[in-house]
């Protein structure tokens, strides 16, 4: 087995209290024996975040670019598990064997230096994973998509399976070019001249940091990063030689009050709106290391994830309550996505001609959209299957097919809990939009009455002063409930709370047409 990325997502609003959801290892673990190591194909959270917790039950290679085992190195640093790891930096168009699997690995352009896709040679043809992509033909650092590569892998040997990224394939045209983004920054900023400048992207989008800290020297303004992943990536990636900003025009934080304000320029992290990071601590009046004025400019070099939106609408309140002015995608080309779309998808169609293509990396009506591109692209129907998690597809000379599945879905993690579960969440829905009601009753048992109760109190169900009557009522239906069951010889305390739960239920449910969770709790007194 060889497993490509290891992976997490940020919850949704609707999962009350998660603070990731990691994919289910149970399959990847009854099979640990049988795991030759994992490729990573760059260095996103949504391909690498989920190592830490993989690799603390599982020791294995990890194989991808120098940067992103770099980057995954420093995750294990932190989770104290780097001993769990063996790394193994392949280079651009390396061809390297790992146990049974012929590995070769192109470089591809994305949003974070060093991306792959990786070619699998098996007794049944090719397989090709793209990783995240686009097809830039003026990236930053010159690394272009390697399509002649590709191309003659395609014509030797034949792409029997490809699996491809469908993240844009519902948007039309072609990506912007990431070096567009540096042109609009170098407008930006002589627009903004006089201003101090605080600029915010992913850590991890050295190119972005790169076009920043250019335009900030073209106008004789010192780089000041802030935020922990922004402050280690920049030194990573000067250290590797891929970032180009000289000693002295980078400064600390902490030297911030020692410069003019008009002549520095802030790279934060936090475009997404996460809640602790630098800019939403700056939004929210309450980062220690500096305080937003009416002379700020803040730049959003970035676009929100979706289910990100309301998070990055809230920043851009704060900042713009104190005063900035804030400049993001919406006004602005200060972002180039990292991901094909539907026409880069059609031409690494072209150029890769597989036999048998399954859509990867993208919700479901991305991958359907992906689909759709295929066929356009002249792959046979038949031959093209949209998979879901889990899904076990077998390619033979003849095709591809589902064999069945495995356990997948996802995990939610919080604080220290492990999985949490589906169940729990939906409990948390209910409770934070609809209350909690807890009816308590004390019974004899051998004398088959009631000594205490049933009494009602709610919280979050309805406002408690104005609402003596609903609770007064609902003590009663629990009352009449429980004597009810009582006359049943052989009910127990589960009859008797089932019974309140039921009438109280029915009362609640008439009289609000509300669902809160009832909690009904029968004691015994001997
Ligand atoms: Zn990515
Ligand atoms: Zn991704």
């Given at each position: 087995m060889m497993?490509?990325d290891c992976?997490?997502l940020f919850?949704?609003d609707d999962?009350?209290?998660?603070?990731k959801?990691?994919?289910?290892?149970s399959?990847v673990l009854?099979?640990a024996?049988?795991?030759?190591?994992?490729?990573?194909?760059?260095?996103?959270?949504?391909?690498?975040?989920a190592l830490?917790?993989?690799?603390k039950?599982l020791?294995t290679?990890?194989?991808g670019?120098?940067?992103?085992?770099r980057?995954?190195?420093?995750?294990?640093?932190?989770?104290n598990?780097l001993?769990?790891?063996e790394?193994?930096?392949?280079?651009?168009?390396?061809?390297?064997?790992?146990g049974?699997?012929?590995?070769q690995?192109?470089?591809?352009?994305h949003?974070?230096?060093?991306?792959m896709?990786?070619?699998f040679?098996t007794?049944?043809?090719?397989i090709?994973?793209?990783?995240d992509f686009?097809l830039?033909?003026?990236?930053?650092d010159?690394?272009i998509t390697?399509?002649t590569?590709?191309?003659?892998?395609?014509?030797?040997?034949?792409?029997?399976?490809l699996?491809?990224d469908?993240t844009?394939?519902?948007?039309?045209?072609?990506s912007?070019?990431?070096t567009?983004v540096?042109?609009?920054?170098?407008d930006?900023f002589?627009?903004?001249?006089?201003?101090?400048?605080?600029?915010a992207?992913?850590a991890?989008?050295?190119?972005?940091?790169q076009?920043?800290a250019d335009?900030a020297?073209?106008f004789?303004?010192?780089?000041?990063t802030l935020?922990?992943?922004?402050?280690?990536n920049?030194?990573?990636?000067?250290?590797?030689?891929?970032?180009?900003?000289p000693?002295?025009?980078?400064r600390?934080i902490?030297?911030?009050?020692?410069?003019?304000?008009?002549?520095?320029?802030?790279?934060?992290t936090?475009?997404?709106?996460?809640?602790?990071s630098?800019?939403?601590l700056m939004?929210?009046?309450?980062?220690?290391?500096l305080?937003?004025?009416?002379?700020?400019?803040?730049i959003?070099s970035?676009?929100?994830?979706?289910?990100?939106?309301?998070?990055?609408s809230?920043v851009m309140?704060g900042?713009?309550?104190?005063?900035?002015?804030?400049v993001?995608?919406?006004?602005?080309?200060?972002?180039?996505?990292?991901h094909a779309?539907?026409?880069e998808?059609?031409?690494f169609?072209?150029v890769?001609?597989?036999?048998?293509?399954?859509?990867?990396?993208g919700?479901?009506?991305?991958?359907?959209?992906h689909?759709?591109?295929?066929?356009?692209?002249?792959?046979d129907?038949k031959?093209?299957l949209v998979?879901e998690d889990?899904?076990r597809?077998?390619l033979t000379?003849?095709?591809?097919?589902?064999?069945?599945s495995?356990p997948?879905?996802?995990?939610?993690?919080?604080?220290?809990?492990?999985?949490i579960g589906?169940g729990?969440?939906?409990?948390?829905?209910?409770?934070?939009?609809?209350?909690?009601v807890?009816?308590t009753?004390?019974v004899?048992l051998?004398q088959?009455?009631?000594?205490?109760g049933?009494e009602?109190?709610s919280?979050?169900?309805?406002?408690?002063?104005?609402?003596?009557?609903l609770?007064?009522?609902?003590?009663?239906?629990a009352?009449?409930?429980?004597?009810k069951?009582?006359?049943d010889?052989?009910?127990?305390?589960?009859d008797?709370e089932?019974?309140?739960?039921?009438?109280?239920?029915?009362l609640?449910?008439?009289?609000t047409?509300r669902?809160?969770?009832l909690?009904p709790?029968?004691t015994?007194q001997h």
């Amino acid at each position: 087995m060889m497993l490509i990325d290891c992976g997490l997502l940020f919850p949704d609003d609707d999962m009350g209290g998660v603070d990731k959801v990691l994919p289910d290892f149970s399959y990847v673990l009854e099979n640990a024996d049988r795991v030759e190591g994992i490729v990573i194909t760059h260095g996103h959270e949504d391909h690498m975040g989920a190592l830490p917790n993989l690799l603390k039950d599982l020791k294995t290679k990890l194989i991808g670019s120098e940067l992103s085992l770099r980057l995954a190195r420093n995750r294990l640093d932190e989770a104290n598990l780097l001993g769990q790891a063996e790394f193994i930096a392949v280079k651009d168009g390396e061809r390297r064997k790992f146990g049974a699997f012929d590995c070769q690995f192109f470089p591809v352009t994305h949003s974070v230096p060093h991306g792959m896709a990786t070619a699998f040679r098996t007794p049944a043809g090719v397989i090709l994973h793209s990783g995240d992509f686009k097809l830039d033909l003026t990236p930053v650092d010159g690394r272009i998509t390697d399509l002649t590569g590709l191309g003659h892998l395609a014509r030797e040997e034949g792409i029997a399976l490809l699996l491809s990224d469908s993240t844009n394939a519902d948007e039309h045209g072609h990506s912007q070019s990431e070096t567009t983004v540096g042109g609009v920054l170098y407008d930006l900023f002589h627009a903004h001249e006089g201003r101090r400048i605080i600029t915010a992207c992913f850590a991890s989008h050295i190119h972005r940091v790169q076009q920043i800290a250019d335009a900030a020297l073209a106008f004789d303004r010192t780089v000041v990063t802030l935020g922990r992943s922004m402050q280690k990536n920049v030194a990573l990636a000067r250290e590797m030689g891929i970032l180009n900003i000289p000693d002295h025009a980078l400064r600390d934080i902490s030297d911030l009050d020692d410069l003019e304000p008009d002549k520095v320029c802030i790279i934060s992290t936090g475009s997404q709106g996460e809640p602790m990071s630098a800019l939403s601590l700056m939004a929210a009046n309450d980062s220690k290391w500096l305080r937003i004025t009416s002379n700020d400019t803040v730049i959003l070099s970035s676009h929100p994830i979706p289910g990100n939106e309301s998070a990055v609408s809230r920043v851009m309140n704060g900042l713009v309550r104190m005063g900035a002015r804030v400049v993001h995608s919406g006004h602005s080309d200060v972002h180039a996505s990292g991901h094909a779309k539907a026409e880069e998808l059609k031409t690494f169609l072209a150029v890769t001609e597989p036999k048998n293509f399954i859509p990867v990396h993208g919700e479901y009506r991305h991958l359907v959209a992906h689909a759709a591109l295929a066929e356009k692209m002249g792959v046979d129907p038949k031959h093209i299957l949209v998979c879901e998690d889990g899904d076990r597809v077998e390619l033979t000379k003849t095709g591809i097919e589902r064999q069945g599945s495995v356990p997948a879905g996802y995990v939610y993690l919080h604080g220290t809990l492990s999985d949490i579960g589906r169940g729990l969440l939906e409990d948390r829905r209910v409770l934070g939009n609809e209350g909690v009601v807890v009816i308590t009753a004390t019974v004899d048992l051998d004398q088959r009455r009631i000594v205490g109760g049933p009494e009602v109190v709610s919280r979050g169900w309805v406002y408690e002063p104005e609402a003596g009557d609903l609770l007064d009522d609902a003590a009663d239906a629990a009352y009449d409930a429980l004597r009810k069951v009582l006359k049943d010889e052989d009910a127990g305390l589960g009859d008797m709370e089932q019974g309140m739960r039921r009438a109280v239920g029915k009362l609640v449910s008439d009289r609000t047409g509300r669902r809160p969770i009832l909690m009904p709790l029968v004691t015994s007194q001997h």
